[in-house]
């Protein structure tokens, strides 16, 4: 069964600090990663997708894969306030369909 | 601008009657998921549709059901709510050529059951 691992959290850091999120799976055939942001109450937004391994930078985020070893990872550059919520970690292995973690939720305090 | 879009935002329904949540898409995509999520929990997938293929999750309940009539459009029938079917029900979308296609969200039906 597929398998998509992220420590529930919380994680808690200082405004303007770098927040870092991780994500293991287990379907080795993985080939498709995302990382989505959703708040309290609403749904998964796409914030970044990444398909080769090594960085992909986009504003303040910062997505890292590592096939081989089988990790996401997002890094927040410059955390704000407004970026404390739960970030789900999605993958695609063999087919089109998505598997979630359950997520980690950020809390950014001033 | 395109999008997915469902409704309603917030239902609450009785213990054991039936309840209907709609998606609809703008996007024309063909792929269509229904999620059920609960708290501090990963969606968990119910089914979905790959244009008219429907696709069930061995686990999803039988008390699960849906359909989509179109393109567009996307129905999740619960037949008999139970209590521990209160839960988000997230529909999303994609676009289904090839692996590096996201799935598109809306804003989610949370169901209250009482």
């Known amino acids: 069964q597929k398998e998509v691992e992220q420590n529930s959290g919380p994680l808690s850091v200082p405004e303007g600090a770098i927040a870092s999120l991780n994500c293991t799976y287990s379907?080795?055939?993985?080939?498709?990663f995302f990382w989505y942001r959703q708040y309290s109450g609403k749904s998964p937004e796409l914030i970044m997708s990444i398909y080769s391994n090594g960085d992909k930078e986009d504003g303040r985020f910062t997505a890292q894969l590592n096939k081989a070893s089988q990790y996401v990872s997002l890094l927040i550059r410059d955390s704000q306030p407004s970026d404390s919520a739960t970030y789900l970690c999605?993958?695609?292995?063999?087919?089109?369909?998505?598997?979630f973690g359950r997520g980690t939720s950020l809390i950014v305090h001033p | 601008d395109a999008m997915v879009i469902q409704n309603p935002r917030y239902q609450v329904t009785q213990f054991g009657k039936p309840v209907t949540l709609s998606c609809s898409q703008t996007?024309?995509?063909?792929?269509m998921y229904w999620y059920q999520q609960k708290s501090s929990q990963a969606p968990k997938l119910l089914f979905h549709y790959y244009d008219k293929d429907f696709n069930n999750e061995a686990d999803t309940p039988d008390n699960f059901q849906s359909r989509r009539p179109n393109t567009s459009f996307c129905f999740l029938d619960i037949r008999s709510p139970g209590l521990g079917d209160a839960a988000m029900y997230l529909c999303?979308?994609?676009?289904?050529?090839?692996?590096?296609?996201?799935?598109?969200f809306g804003q989610g039906t949370r169901l209250t059951v009482v």
């Open positions: 379907d080795r055939v993985s080939q498709s």
């Open positions: 999303a979308t994609s676009s289904g050529d090839g692996m590096n296609t996201e799935a598109f």
């Open positions: 999605a993958v695609k292995g063999g087919s089109y369909i998505p598997t």
């Open positions: 996007l024309n995509h063909n792929v």
